[in-house]
């Protein structure tokens, strides 16, 4: 068995813990939603997909997003922007601004393989059990998992559902400590490849599946890759091989911890409301809600998926998965077929059926 450690710092946070502080949330002050008014009506005329860093002056919030960055990079792995006015604003100009706050902590990569680098999250009759849907096009539970092409995901809240959809979050290294201290064969499982469904999102030359363990720990760091509905999916090639009763385990135990009020952290997720979760540390996940009736009233989100071209050293793995960008030298988002290039719609795509 490989010698397995426990890891400590900013990032191997408990819920409770966190549940009793205030420091990982911002509220917008005056000046600085008239600095994000001012930006995004700027550039008005503009298609966001062509905007970056150099196109936002924003001197009264660039030391807080700094600071904000560098607790999502190198700290404790989120934080929650609030303020935002959405029921104000149009959705131009939200999503204008937003953006402007996304170039401040990385670079927008695609979310899936028609190059949306704008996503939507929102019920268009999805199911996160279809192979050829993921969970955010559906009110699904979503059970812990993290985003299968971000370094860095956040989520701007336009609107919530009529009930449910409560956002919780949780430390991969507070679960891995558990794991070494408790169960160190289960460990040592998930520190080897799994088999994750692409889901029907590769490109000509790929496998519609692709290999990763669980946990790498690395660099007194332990990131993260845990997609159960994806690695159980997988199980539909006859070309891999079967999961193991102790990776069923390992996997199910996971999402035990996770879901142990001693581990995560349920955020309070309003409308205009930005989270930002460093998609290698930390997972995420999401209750099944009711939303409204009215087309205008219903659950939407709005998402961004971030490399951060100065971050860490990121595991070969992640390399091999999605293929590095030649500009930034970081892992890309899914992978896009030729001629297709990136966009921003402000209207969710249509169900790919």
Same mark, same amino acid.
């Given at each position: 068995?490989?010698?397995?450690?426990?890891?400590?710092?900013?990032?191997?946070?408990?819920?409770?813990?966190?549940?009793?502080?205030?420091?990982?949330?911002?509220?917008?002050?005056?000046?600085?939603?008239?600095?994000?008014?001012?930006?995004?009506?700027?550039?008005?005329?503009?298609?966001?997909?062509?905007?970056?860093?150099?196109?936002?002056?924003? @001197? %009264?919030?660039?030391?807080?997003?700094?600071? =904000?960055?560098?607790? /999502?990079? !190198?700290?404790? #792995?989120? +934080?929650?922007?609030?303020?935002?006015?959405?029921?104000?604003?149009?959705?131009?100009?939200?999503?204008?601004?937003?953006?402007?706050?996304?170039?401040?902590?990385?670079? @927008? %990569?695609?979310?899936?393989?028609?190059?949306? =680098?704008?996503?939507? /999250?929102? !019920?268009?009759? #999805?199911? +996160?059990?279809?192979?050829?849907?993921?969970?955010?096009?559906?009110?699904?539970?979503?059970?812990?998992?993290?985003?299968?092409?971000?370094?860095?995901?956040?989520?701007?809240?336009?609107?919530?559902?009529?009930?449910?959809?409560?956002?919780?979050? /949780?430390?991969?290294?507070?679960?891995?400590?558990?794991?070494?201290?408790?169960?160190?064969?289960?460990?040592?499982?998930?520190?080897?490849?799994?088999?994750?469904?692409?889901?029907?999102?590769?490109?000509?030359?790929?496998?519609?599946?692709?290999?990763?363990?669980?946990?790498?720990?690395?660099?007194?760091?332990?990131?993260?890759?845990?997609?159960?509905?994806?690695?159980?999916?997988?199980?539909?090639?006859?070309?891999?091989?079967?999961?193991?009763?102790?990776?069923?385990?390992?996997?199910?135990?996971?999402?035990?911890?996770?879901?142990?009020?001693?581990?995560?952290?349920?955020?309070?997720?309003?409308?205009?409301?930005?989270?930002?979760?460093?998609?290698?540390?930390?997972?995420?996940?999401?209750?099944?809600?009711?939303?409204?009736?009215?087309?205008?009233?219903?659950?939407?989100?709005?998402?961004?998926?971030?490399?951060?071209?100065?971050?860490?050293?990121?595991?070969?793995?992640?390399?091999?998965?999605?293929?590095?960008?030649?500009?930034?030298?970081?892992?890309?988002?899914?992978?896009?077929?030729?001629?297709?290039?990136?966009?921003?719609?402000?209207?969710?795509?249509?169900?790919?059926?």
């Amino acid at each position: 068995m490989t010698t397995l450690e426990s890891h400590r710092g900013e990032a191997a946070w408990l819920g409770p813990a966190m549940a009793g502080r205030n420091d990982w949330i911002h509220s917008f002050t005056v000046p600085e939603i008239r600095e994000l008014e001012t930006v995004a009506d700027g550039v008005a005329d503009r298609d966001i997909a062509d905007l970056s860093a150099a196109d936002f002056e924003l @001197p %009264v919030l660039d030391t807080v997003l700094a600071g =904000i960055r560098r607790d /999502v990079v !190198d700290g404790r #792995g989120f +934080a929650l922007l609030r303020g935002m006015p959405v029921d104000e604003w149009s959705l131009e100009r939200t999503a204008a601004a937003y953006w402007a706050i996304g170039t401040r902590i990385g670079v @927008p %990569v695609a979310q899936n393989k028609v190059g949306s =680098i704008l996503g939507h /999250v929102t !019920d268009v009759g #999805g199911d +996160a059990d279809h192979p050829n849907q993921r969970g955010h096009q559906s009110a699904d539970s979503l059970p812990f998992h993290n985003d299968i092409g971000a370094e860095i995901v956040t989520l701007l809240c336009l609107r919530g559902a009529k009930t449910g959809g409560e956002s919780g979050i /949780v430390s991969a290294a507070a679960l891995w400590n558990e794991l070494v201290e408790q169960r160190p064969d289960l460990a040592e499982s998930l520190i080897h490849p799994f088999h994750f469904d692409r889901r029907n999102e590769e490109v000509s030359g790929q496998d519609p599946w692709y290999e990763l363990p669980v946990f790498m720990p690395a660099d007194g760091r332990v990131v993260v890759s845990y997609v159960p509905r994806f690695i159980r999916s997988a199980q539909r090639f006859e070309q891999i091989p079967r999961l193991t009763n102790i990776q069923h385990e390992a996997l199910d135990l996971v999402q035990t911890l996770a879901d142990d009020p001693r581990f995560k952290l349920e955020m309070d997720f309003r409308p205009g409301d930005i989270q930002l979760v460093n998609n290698l540390v930390l997972l995420h996940s999401r209750t099944e809600y009711e939303d409204w009736p009215e087309p205008e009233r219903r659950r939407h989100l709005l998402r961004l998926w971030l490399s951060v071209p100065d971050g860490w050293p990121m595991p070969d793995a992640f390399h091999a998965r999605y293929g590095t960008d030649p500009e930034t030298g970081r892992p890309q988002g899914i992978s896009l077929p030729p001629g297709v290039t990136f966009n921003a719609p402000l209207t969710p795509p249509i169900l790919r059926t």
